[in-house]
């Protein structure tokens, strides 16, 4: 349902809900038209059909190609979230609320087999983000079953026979329902990582911090939370945006004020944007704020507040986004580097979009110091 973290030379790998597909350039045809991919609006799908959708039923720019590889059979193996390749070139998937998984890539036209699939024997689970770096798999733990603790774990293979066997808890983290604890980067210098966290985590203490720590609603009127209930209990900084060093010991927040982001990706120059969920009941109000294309400058804060008190774009301490989306509900992000795409499609940035099933595609023009973009 979540990320599109796996890119190879051939294309983009995609993991949505209960499938695992490829999407590459067909030929070299290619038509200029928008890159939004979209699901098709037919409708004869069963309800609660725990099949990945069928191919002819997900429409693609011209020139584009989709193969289904894996339709992951939810009883058995749960909703793959995150994926991530590790040393060997292995694919390791992670179970919303189950464990890991881990397979070798198919070749080009070749499915995925039950059989070539295994579950790493390890005790984790809920793994939102899963991160290959520094010989060890770091994974972020987002449980709200409160099976295990939610927070940063690292996996390693004790014994150097290729297998993970040993799990060590870096940070237990409090968070709660989907707006938790969600994916990791692998920074840009090699030399830290960074981890996206939605506006139900609990800030944790730091030993540095780029954003000054006074957090304030600042509302002048009373405050008015979402009628529905929901949030009503969370107030500044909302989402935040760590860098954290290997062992785990050092953390320092770069950005924060998100509402609901799950991942982010680094461009070619080493700069960071993430895709932020808009509040779909604001949806018409003043205070609404579409989900957006954040450029996460060092220091930045981007105005989540509780109910009516969100920052609109054009107070001068926040960044205007580099695109509104509109509605939707943000979950994988990366850049198509190395795919076998069209030029144009291989700088630009990939968003997936849980809500519709989409697909969109960003492309970026330098605005300055900072970025605009066009879907």
Known sequence: MNSIRWIRRIGLGIVLASGLWMVMAADKTFSNKSATFKQSQRT??????????????????????????Y????????????????????????DQFGGLYQFEPPSPGAVLQPTDIKRIPVDIRAANGLLWAF??????????????????????DSNSDGELDNVEKLRTMYSQDDHGVHALLLSPDRKAIYMITGNRTDPV???????????????????????????????APGGIIYRISPDGMEWEIVSSG????????????GELFTYDADMEYDFNTPWYRPARV??????????WRNGDGKRPEFYPDNLPPVVNIGPGSPTGVTFGYGARFPAKYQEALYLLDWS?????AVHLERSGSTYSGTK
């Open 44 to 69: 004869e799908l069963a309800v609660n059909e725990n099949t990945a959708t069928p191919v002819d039923r997900i429409s693609m720019p011209k020139g584009f190609e989709v193969e289904l590889i």
């Open 135 to 156: 010989d060890a798999l770091y994974v972020a733990v987002n449980d709200y079953e409160q099976k295990i603790d939610s927070g940063l774990y690292r996996v390693t």
């Open 258 to 269: 998100f509402r609901n982001i799950f991942d982010a990706a680094f461009n070619s120059d």
């Open 71 to 94: 339709s992951v059979p939810a009883a058995e193996r749960g909703s793959w979230v995150n994926l991530c390749i590790d040393d060997k070139g292995r694919i390791i998937a992670s």
């Open 356 to 360: 519709w099933g989409k697909i969109y």
């Open 294 to 303: 954040c450029h996460v400058t060092s220091g930045s804060s981007w105005g």
């Open 205 to 235: 203490d730091t030993q540095r911090s780029r954003v000054p720590l006074h957090w304030g609603e600042d509302h002048l009127l009373p405050r008015m939370p979402d009628g529905l209930g929901h949030n009503r209990d969370r107030l």
